[in-house]
Nanobody
Framework: QVQLQESGPGLVKPSQILSLTCTVS??????????WRWIRQPPGKGLEWMGA???????TYSPSLKSRTSISRDTSKNQFTLQLSSVTPEDTAVYYC??????WGQGTQVTVSS
C-alpha cells in the first residue's frame, strides 16, 4: 500500500513562498498510470484541488492558482513538491498530498501570518 507524508514549515510569512514536500513510500512516483496531487482545505471550507504531477512528470494546475503554483518531483527521493508563491493569509489551510487512486497523506497545517 502506498503511503504519503507531507513535510514543510507550518508558518509562512505573507508574500513569501510556501514549499511542501510529499514523500511517497510503498510505490514509485514514476509508476505508469499514477498521478500525484496537492489538495488543501482552508478553515471552515471544503477541499480545493491545487494541481498534480503525473508519472511522466507532466503537470496540471487549478486555473485559479496556476499563476502562483509549481509542482515538481525528485525521482531519486520518490518525492514531489509544491511551491505556492506570493502567499496571503487566505492560503492558510491544511495541505494534503494524495495519489489518484485514493491514498492520502495525513495533512499538514500551514498558517500564513506575519
Amino acid at each position: 500500500q502506498v503511503q504519503l507524508q507531507e513535510s514543510g514549515p507550518g508558518l509562512v510569512k505573507p508574500s513569501q513562498i510556501l514549499s511542501l514536500t510529499c514523500t511517497v513510500s510503498g510505490g514509485s512516483i514514476t509508476t505508469n498510470g499514477y498521478y500525484w496531487r496537492w489538495i488543501r482545505q482552508p478553515p471552515g471550507k471544503g477541499l480545493e484541488w491545487m494541481g498534480a504531477i503525473g508519472y511522466s512528470g507532466s503537470t496540471t494546475y487549478s486555473p485559479s492558482l496556476k499563476s502562483r503554483t509549481s509542482i515538481s518531483r525528485d525521482t531519486s527521493k520518490n518525492q514531489f513538491t509544491l511551491q505556492l508563491s506570493s502567499v496571503t493569509p487566505e492560503d492558510t489551510a491544511v495541505y494534503y498530498c494524495a495519489s489518484n487512486i485514493g491514498d492520502w497523506g495525513q495533512g499538514t497545517q500551514v498558517t500564513v501570518s506575519s
